[in-house]
């Protein structure tokens, strides 16, 4: 699975039912920012990765187990 894809994953199963709005303010991201990536259709700097792994307090290898 391609890297993209295997974030997407994992910011859809922790947003569950929040909305946009909701798991941005926990992420600190935009939520458009989080729906493109999302979808796929933006690339992440490690900054931001490092962001979201921090504010969601997990590690690279749940993001990207393989």
């Known amino acids: 699975m391609k890297l993209e894809k ?3 994953a994992f910011l859809r199963a922790k947003r ?3 909305t946009y ?3 941005s303010k ?3 991201l935009p939520p458009s920012t989080l729906h ?3 979808m796929c259709d933006q690339s992440i ?4 990765l490092e962001l979201i ?3 969601l307090k997990c590690s690279v290898k749940e ?3 393989d």
């Open 6 to 8: 295997q974030l997407a």
């Open 16 to 18: 569950g039912q929040m």
């Open 21 to 23: 709005a909701e798991f």
């Open 26 to 28: 926990k992420v600190g």
């Open 36 to 38: 493109r990536l999302e």
């Open 45 to 48: 700097t490690l900054s931001r």
């Open 53 to 55: 792994l921090r504010r």
């Open 63 to 65: 993001i990207f187990p």
